[in-house]
Every structure is written in structure tokens, then in C-alpha cells.
């Protein structure tokens, strides 16, 4: 399927705390928790249903079908990036569209005739292997490359018109949009993170954590920290 959402979300500042592995995993551990909650409870069937494939400390996941509007996927994006907030950790996201497709059939026979290719046995060794690939994620891999450095939900301003429109939007470099995911109040995302069971904070809870993790981690670069500022606590 062509042209499907696909949202790259990559938890921040996990090779830097990899020495201490309850810290590094605890934004990796909130990241993975909210994609399952919101496809297990928000959006368990066709045509809404999601995908989601973890590429080291982040995740890709992608819509059913192809839509029109992109407003379900900034609300996806928000809820998990308001999530991992909440759980001491901060990640970016960006948005691109593009196909996805099982490519096991590309892969030479011996790995094809294996009874579980997930975990395949050579000698006394295991291989892994990734089963899917396209466009949608080096789509959105690419512009998350061109995007600032930062807590940041960015989106290729050719896909402006099809965003919501009380989501803050500032212009970045290289053709790049950076949505304020941390400040507005949308109904329409309250009702998605009832529906997945996460908890709801109010603008200055969030604020507040945000400030927090700022604070407490002396290792963020200035531009790291310009960019949270200006992208996302300029608009209070």
C-alpha cells in the first residue's frame, strides 16, 4: 500500500545514558508502551488499525490506508510524545508518507525456508532480520535528518494544508514545519488518550516536565536546548 502515514519517533539522549539501562530504557520503555496502548485500545480495527517496527531506541509506525489528512497522525505523534514526557524522558517525531512491504521474498532461500525468521539459528549463532521496508521509513528517516536538533514534531511543509489547525506551527530550516506538540488542548487528543488509557496533564503539568528534564540533564547541547525553547515554550 502507497502513500500511508508513516511516524519515525526516536527517543532522545538513549547512546548518552546507555551506561545507567533502567534510565536509557525508560523513554524506549514509554515509547513502546503507548504505541501498543493506543493500538490495543484506540485503534484495534481496519481501517485505523496501525503498524509499528522498532529500529533501535525508536519505532516507526504506520497507517492501514492512506488519508487525506494527516490529523490522526499529529494526534498519534502528540500522545506519544506527551507520554514519554510524562515518564521523565523526551523523543522526536517526524511524519512522511510512503509505502511499506514485506520483503522476506527478497532475501536468499536459506533464509526464506526458515521456520522462524525472526530468530534464525546458523552454527551455534542467531541472525535477525528486519521483514519489512520501503519508502515510508526512508521517508521519514530523511526528514528527520533535515530537522533541528531537539524535542521536536516536525512535518515537510508540503503537508501543511493537511494538518489540524490549533496545533502551533513553526517554520525550520531546510523546508521543514515544527508542530508544537507540547502546548495545545484538542479535544480530539484528550479523547485518544482516554481511549488508550494514558493520563491526561494540564498544559502547565506539562510545561512543568518539560522544564524539568531541561534541568536535569546538563548534558544537552545550547542548539538542543534553543530549539525545546523556541519551537515549543515560545508560544506560552
Known sequence: MTDRWALHVDVEGFGAKWDDTMEAF???NALMQAIYWI?????REPPDRLFAHQFGDGFLVVSDFHENSLHRAALVALALLRYVLSRGATAKAALAEGDLSDIVGCYPEEIRKQPDRSHI???SGVMTVFP???SALINAVALAKRSPSGPLFTVDSSNQHRLPADIPIHPAANGV???N???PDIPALDALQTAAGMARHSKSERVAQLRAYISKNKGLSERWRHNAEHHLLHDI
Open 39 to 43: 493500538g490495543e485500545r484506540a485503534y
Open 132 to 134: 519489512v521496508m520501503g
Open 181 to 183: 506538540w507540547l502546548l
Open 177 to 179: 514545519l515544527s508542530l
Open 121 to 123: 539459528v546458523f552454527g
Open 26 to 28: 525508560r523513554g524506549l
